[in-house]
């Protein structure tokens, strides 16, 4: 069950400290993505990444960074300045950048702050 | 703006009865839609899109353009369809995904 992994499963971090969720895809993919997924709110996009080294705001950006250096990996960093920062993290990735395609997902980190 | 609605939080259905998620869009061009689901303890995956014009696991979905609405349906519900379901929308040639609130499924036996 490879091509897109997300680690670890469960996160816990106490307030005011700094975390990053890892997410690696071995599908060649242009496209990766981070996702919150709340019980009643859906999947909300935090951050997306086209190509290599460039990124974009997603809906609910504040309090959380990424980076894009290496095709296959995407970590977020959850900060301190996130106000409710508990939740489930799922990573995305998809074909071709600028496409329309089928995004694939991980299995998620469920984050939890203590 | 991209907006995508499911009016059901939770649906409950009883097995063989016939099953109808709803799936309303917002947006001003011709978008992609899709259906994901996510059974317990396995991840999201596409269950399918309105471009294939698939029938995936008996179900079936049909844009209707003119009430921006892509409803899914099943004529005879299983147990194993027990699950949470999202509609989500692309615009055309972008990749910004638009998902629903989710609707979870409830088959009862």
């Known amino acids: 069950d490879g091509g897109i992994t997300q680690s670890p499963k469960y996160l816990f971090r106490k307030e005011g400290q700094n975390v990053t969720l890892s997410c690696e895809q071995n599908?060649?993919?242009?496209?990766m993505y981070w996702y919150r997924q709340d019980p009643g709110q859906g999947l909300r996009l935090i951050y997306y990444?086209?190509?290599?080294?460039?990124?974009q705001k997603g809906d609910i950006a504040e309090g959380y960074s990424v980076s894009r250096e290496k095709k296959e990996s995407f970590p977020l960093t959850v900060t301190s300045a996130q106000k409710n920062p508990t939740a489930f993290y799922l990573c995305?990735?998809?074909?071709?950048?600028?496409?329309?395609?089928?995004?694939?997902f991980g299995p998620g980190t469920r984050l939890t702050v203590l | 703006a991209q907006r995508v609605t499911q009016p059901e939080k939770l649906l409950s259905v009883f097995k063989g009865a016939p099953v109808e998620l709803k799936c309303n869009y917002s947006?001003?061009?011709?978008?992609?839609l899709f259906w994901y689901v996510q059974y317990s303890r396995q991840r999201l995956q596409l269950l399918l899109r309105?471009?294939s014009r698939e029938s995936i696991k008996g179900f079936t979905a049909d844009l209707n353009k003119g009430e921006t609405s892509f409803h899914l349906k099943k004529p005879f519900a299983q147990e194993e369809d027990s699950a949470m379901y999202y509609c989500?929308?692309?615009?055309?040639?972008?990749?910004?995904?638009?998902f629903g609130p989710g609707t979870r499924l409830s088959v009862l036996p």
């Open positions: 599908l060649n993919h242009d496209a």
């Open positions: 309105h471009i």
């Open positions: 947006y001003s061009g011709s978008p992609e």
């Open positions: 990444s086209q190509i290599v080294n460039d990124f």
């Open positions: 989500a929308l692309s615009p055309r040639y972008g990749q910004n995904f638009v």
């Open positions: 995305a990735s998809s074909g071709l950048a600028g496409s329309v395609g089928e995004q694939f």
